[in-house]
């Protein structure tokens, strides 16, 4: 059973920081995407970014560029999202989600839709 257990969200200042982490379970992720977005409310769902657990190329959404940083631990099997100098408009459910690799590094790898399994969704709040 593939599980995505996400864990480090909560509450923070405005220009503080947090770490996220996406513990990936039930089946090898080399061949995968591992992203990460968020949800605020009334929003649909958009990419922060993903990774490719196999090579670590990154790709981020044009307006999550500069202030978080996606990465993969492969001895602790751990993707991170480093989120620093947040904002009160980051407040949303992030969510870990990993998409298999079909053949091509296109664009389809920033839509939800490409992601075949989710976490459950770790808040983060953002007081001004």
């Known amino acids: 059973q593939v599980q995505l257990v996400e864990s480090g969200g909560g509450l923070v200042q405005a220009g503080g920081s947090l770490r996220l982490s996406c513990a990936p379970s039930g089946r090898t992720f080399s061949k995968y995407a591992m992203g990460w977005f968020r949800q605020a409310p009334g929003k649909e769902r958009e990419l922060v970014a993903h990774?490719?657990?196999?090579?670590?190329?990154?790709h981020y959404a044009d307006s999550m560029k500069g202030r978080f940083t996606i990465s993969r631990d492969n001895a602790r099997n751990t993707v991170y999202l480093q989120m620093n100098s947040l904002k009160p408009e980051d407040t949303a459910v992030y969510y870990c989600?990993?998409?298999?690799?079909?053949?091509?590094?296109?664009?389809?790898?920033?839509?939800?839709?490409?992601?075949?399994?989710w976490g459950q969704g770790t808040q983060v709040t953002v007081s001004s």
């Open positions: 990774i490719w657990w196999s090579t670590g190329i990154t």
């Open positions: 989600a990993a998409a298999q690799y079909s053949g091509n590094y296109g664009d389809k790898y920033n839509s939800p839709q490409a992601y075949d399994y």
